[in-house]
C-alpha cells in the first residue's frame, strides 16, 4: 500500500519507462499492404490516402526493396483490374497472367524471402463490386466459394505464400485449404478475415482499387448480407473457430480501433495467430487531423498501432507500416 508502493517510480525517466514497457513494436509485427496497377512508370497517389501509392509492376520492385531494406517482411497484395476486364464470375482473377498472378512473381523474383500474402475475394474483378457472384438480387455463396478456391490455388501457383479470403462467405476456408491440399499445396497458408465487419471505414480503399459496390437494379447495395454487423460480439467468435476449423491458420480482425475488444476476444478464443487490418479509413482519418495540426501524427500512430498489439494483435496489417519503423 501507499507509500510502501509507489507505482511513479518505475515511470521515473525514459529508460525506466523502457525496461518495464509491456508491449512493444518491431518491424516483424507489420505487414504491408501495396496496391497494383497495370501499365509502366505508374506511381499513382491515392486521393483519399495521401502519401500512399498504386504501383506498376516495374517500380514495385523498387518498392519491395525498399521494404525490405527497412526490415519489412511481410506483403499483402491487392490489384486494381481495368474495367473491360471485370464481368460477375470474376472470370480475370483465374487467368494465370493476370495481373495478381504476375505482382506475385514479381515481388518474389525482387525478394525471395519476403512474405506474400495475397487478397482473395471477387470485388476487385466485379461489374458489381462485390466480393461474389450477383444472382437473383443476392451474393451467391457456394458459387462463390469455388471460384475463392480456384483463384486461390491460382495465387499459390504464381508463388504466393498465403492467400487471404476477404469475402466472408460461409464454408470457403474449406473449400480453400481442400483444394490447397488436393492440388499439394500443402505448405500454401491461409489467413482468413474472420471477423471482418460492415464497417464505414472502407471508402478510401475502395477508392483506390475502384471496387465500391454499383448502384444497379436487382444488385444489393451494400455488403452487409457477408460482412458482420458491427453491433455484435458473440458472432466474431463463431465465425473465428468455424474458420480455425476449417484450416485457417492465420485470422483477422477487420477493422482495427473500434473492434479492440473483439481482438482481445479473439485471442482468448483460438489457438492460432491474430491479424489486425488497420484499415484505410483509420489511415485517412490521422492524415487529415495531422494535415489540419490538430493531432501530433507520430505520436498518435504509434499509440494507435501500439493498442493494436497490446489487445492481442499477433501482426497488423498497417499503412503506416514505413512510418512507424522507421521512427522504431
Known sequence: MYPLRRNRRLRTNASIRGLVR?????????????????????????????????????????????????????????VKVPNNLKDNAGTEALNPNGLMQRAIKTVKDTCPDMVVMTDVALDPYSIFGHDGVVGDGQIINDDTNAILAEMSLSHAKAGADIVAPSDMMDGRIFEIRSLLEDEGFHNTGIMSYSAKYASAFYGPFRDALASAPVDVKDVPKDKQSYQMDPANRDEAIKETIM?????????????????????????????????????????????????????????????????IKRAGATMIASYFAKDAVKLL
Open 22 to 78: 509491456e508491449t512493444m513494436l518491431s518491424p516483424n509485427d507489420f505487414i504491408v499492404p501495396l496496391f497494383i496497377t497495370e501499365g509502366s512508370g505508374v506511381k499513382d497517389e491515392i486521393a483519399s490516402m495521401p502519401n500512399y501509392y498504386r504501383y506498376s509492376l516495374d517500380l514495385l520492385k523498387a518498392e519491395v526493396k525498399s521494404l525490405w531494406d527497412l526490415g519489412l517482411r511481410s506483403v499483402l497484395l491487392f
Open 243 to 307: 474458420d480455425v476449423q476449417e484450416g485457417a491458420d492465420i485470422v483477422m480482425v477487420k477493422p482495427g480501433l473500434c473492434y479492440l475488444d473483439i481482438v482481445r476476444d479473439v485471442k482468448e478464443a483460438v489457438d492460432v495467430p491474430v491479424a489486425v487490418y488497420q484499415v484505410s479509413g483509420e489511415y485517412a482519418m490521422l492524415k487529415a487531423a495531422a494535415e489540419k495540426g490538430w493531432l501530433d501524427h507520430d505520436a498518435v500512430m504509434l499509440e494507435q498501432l501500439v493498442s
